[in-house]
């Protein structure tokens, strides 16, 4: 009976380490402070690496949609590449409309979560940017 349990004991640790313990390197693979920056009317996504990332063997995905839409849209040009950034001024070229960013890493096989910016409206950027 002892034996059983033991055996039942382990298959729990052994499963909650190997399903489980794949998590927190995703959660920490997701790019940190995702964010608009707008410059001279230049709508630019900032982003940082995850926690886990070091060295540049990792490739970042990016999307986008406007307040209200349900569909993500890719970036085409920002799809699988390095940099921390994603030029997203003709995907949001109406001023006055909120959009949302997102990003998502991939590294060594495995994928992060999406990342999301806060609400981003230009206008308002460019106002208080004055």
């Given amino acids: 009976e ?4 033991c055996f039942l004991g382990f298959l729990v640790s052994f ?3 190997v399903v489980l313990g794949a998590q927190p390197t995703h959660a920490s693979l997701k790019p940190q402070r995702v964010q608009f920056q707008s410059r001279n009317f230049h709508n630019i996504l900032h982003w940082q ?15 986008y949609k ?10 085409k040009d920002c799809w699988g590449i390095q940099e921390l950034f994603c030029d997203l001024t003709d995907e949001t070229s109406d001023i ?3 959009y ?4 998502r890493t991939a590294s060594g ?4 979560g999406w990342s999301m910016t806060q609400r981003f409206t ?4 460019r106002a208080k940017g004055v």
């Fill in 2 to 5: 002892m034996s059983k349990h």
């Fill in 15 to 17: 499963f909650l380490t």
């Fill in 49 to 63: 690496p995850g926690r886990a990332l070091i060295g540049n063997s990792s490739v970042y995905f990016v999307q």
């Fill in 66 to 75: 406007m307040y209200g839409e349900r569909q993500w849209k890719s970036k």
């Fill in 96 to 98: 006055q409309e909120p």
């Fill in 100 to 103: 949302y960013g997102r990003v």
């Fill in 109 to 112: 096989g495995s994928h992060s």
């Fill in 122 to 125: 230009p206008w308002w950027e």
